[in-house]
C-alpha cells in the first residue's frame, strides 16, 4: 500500500515541499526504514511515532514499512515529521477488540 502526505521543510525563510511516501505492506523482515536524506531526529521520529501508536491500541503490520521523505536531495531536520509519518493509512492495523484501549488517567 503506498500513500503520499505532503508536507514541508524550512530552508531559511523559504518553505519546500516534502512529500511523505509511506508504503507498508513489504514482505521482509517487520522493521521502519527511513530514507530520504533524513537527520537522526527525523529517523528517531519512526520510534517516537510506532510507541505512541502502540500505546493508543493500534499494532504496526508485521511486515517492512518504507518511508521516503521526497525530494532525496534536500536536507531534512528536526521532529517537524512525526504527525505526517503517524498520519499514513492505518486501515490494515490490529487494534485491541473493536476500539484502540483507553488509557489510564491519574485523577
Not at 81 to 86: E, F, L, W
Not at 96 to 106: F, S, T, V
Amino acid at each position: 500500500m503506498l500513500a503520499t502526505i505532503t508536507s514541508a521543510a524550512l530552508q531559511g525563510i523559504d518553505a519546500e515541499v516534502v512529500y511523505v511516501e509511506v508504503n507498508a505492506g513489504e514482505s521482509g523482515e517487520p522493521k521502519l526504514n527511513l530514507v530520504g536524506l533524513p537527520d537522526t531526529a527525523v529517523k528517531e521520529s519512526g520510534d517516537r511515532v510506532w510507541a505512541a501508536l502502540n500505546n493508543t491500541g493500534f499494532r504496526p503490520p508485521r511486515t517492512r514499512t518504507t518511508i521516503n521523505l521526497a525530494p532525496g536531495t534536500l536536507r531534512k531536520e528536526g521532529p517537524c515529521y512525526d504527525r505526517p509519518i503517524a498520519r499514513h493509512p492505518r486501515r490494515d492495523w490490529s487494534t485491541q477488540g473493536d476500539r484502540p484501549r483507553r488509557l489510564a488517567h491519574r485523577r
